[in-house]
């Protein structure tokens, strides 16, 4: 009986309006019956791009890839010798510049004392100079991908001339062997459609509030009563207060069109600018790592630049003949599929290697100088002490 009377007030509180809910029988909570779902998809559909000539391809989200370059506009070079080289013949580095480099290393170490440097007595100093040859390969590749942004008065130009091809829009180069990149509209495609998102509305419901604009109050739960049977004054008894995220709207402006409801939908070009660069270092006996050498410079002995470069012919080392071969029928193979070559280059530089062999407390050690820079490699440094760091 005081389960069923207890049943019957509480309908009684939510049939009746003038009902006044107590500590024992609250105000049940208010629920909002969910928005229409108005929400357009997340991607913009294939129906909404028109079908262009020489872009049939593209799709949204950077589909299409790379597109294949037009044939060159000049003919491969024919093999040409290149020029006479002097007889480059870098002289050993002298003991005093080896001691100051190896005391300079020793000094920006902290736990490497100086006692090698002051008191070691160099016994012997040999010259491993070795070649540096370096090909770069300056390439332009292009991706053509579907775009959208909001709809501002922009010029609507779709159709209105023949849309050039990828390879025909004009992009300002860059200077040879500098990475670049830039991002145009294709002329002629730019056309205003409905945005997708929002169904051309301008606006979304507010997921946090299912579009009602209200959302159940925290602090009473929904009841309008707080404890000890007091009316809450979070929401003044309606048990539900205006949603923060929409400001009590239910709906918020579409980000994708930002409330403008069109959108410009265009082809979007992206040229970009690539130096490609590989090395090839000849192997040399001194016991330095090769890996060493890519920090440093040396003396540029050959250099050349043009559209395509011919592999080296004549020149003194037949390891260097070999890599430039191998290198430049590699480049020219995989870039000219993807990309056009716009300048080729090729230098030979001469990298001084010094192997420096002295005597410190009876024993033996040694160090290398290299470079131009005169860097210092001692792995195997005599006096070492251990830092603590605090």
Request: charged share 15%; proline share 9%.
């Amino acid at each position: 009986m005081e389960y069923q009377q207890g049943h019957q007030n509480r309908n009684y509180g939510m049939a009746n309006p003038g009902y006044v809910p107590t500590a024992e029988y609250p105000r049940p909570a208010m629920f909002a019956p969910p928005a229409a779902d108005f929400s357009g998809p997340s991607a913009p559909p294939a129906g909404m791009f028109d079908s262009v000539p020489g872009y049939e391809g593209t799709v949204a989200g950077g589909g299409g890839g790379f597109l294949p370059p037009p044939m060159p506009a000049f003919p491969a070079p024919q093999p040409q010798n290149g020029p006479e080289q002097p007889h480059w013949n870098i002289p050993s580095i002298t003991e005093d510049t080896a001691r100051e480099a190896f005391a300079l290393f020793a000094s920006s170490k902290c736990c490497y004392s100086s006692a090698p440097v002051k008191d070691g007595v160099i016994t012997s100093m040999d010259a491993f100079n070795t070649y540096r040859y370096r090909l770069e390969t300056f390439t332009e590749s292009r991706s053509t991908e579907w775009s959208h942004e909001p709809y501002n008065g922009q010029p609507v130009d779709a159709f209105s001339q023949p849309t050039p091809g990828p390879w025909d829009v004009s992009a300002k180069t860059p200077s040879f062997f500098m990475d670049d990149k830039q991002v145009m509209k294709v002329p002629y495609t730019s056309s205003m459609k409905p945005c997708h998102a929002c169904v051309g509305m301008g606006r979304k419901p507010c997921k946090n509030c299912a579009g009602s604009g209200n959302r159940v109050c925290s602090p009473c739960n929904g009841s309008g009563m707080q404890y000890g049977g007091n009316q809450c004054l979070h929401c003044s008894g309606r048990g539900r207060t205006n949603c923060s995220f929409c400001h009590g709207e239910g709906a918020k402006q579409c980000d994708t069109c930002r409330g403008k409801q069109q959108l410009l939908v265009y082809i979007s070009l992206t040229v970009k600018w690539t130096n490609n660069c590989d090395n090839y270092v000849v192997e040399q006996s001194s016991g330095l790592q090769v890996d060493n050498l890519s920090k440093v410079s040396g003396k540029q002995l050959f250099s050349d630049s043009q559209y395509l470069v011919y592999p080296l012919m004549g020149f003194p080392d037949p390891a260097v003949v070999s890599a430039a071969q191998r290198l430049v029928g590699e480049h020219q193979g995989k870039y000219s599929a993807t990309s056009r070559i716009l300048q080729q280059r090729q230098t030979i530089e001469l990298i001084p290697v010094t192997k420096v062999t002295y005597a410190w407390k009876g024993k033996s050690h040694i160090y290398f100088v290299y470079g131009n820079e005169f860097k210092v490699n001692a792995d195997n440094y005599p006096a070492t002490c251990c830092c603590t760091v605090m």
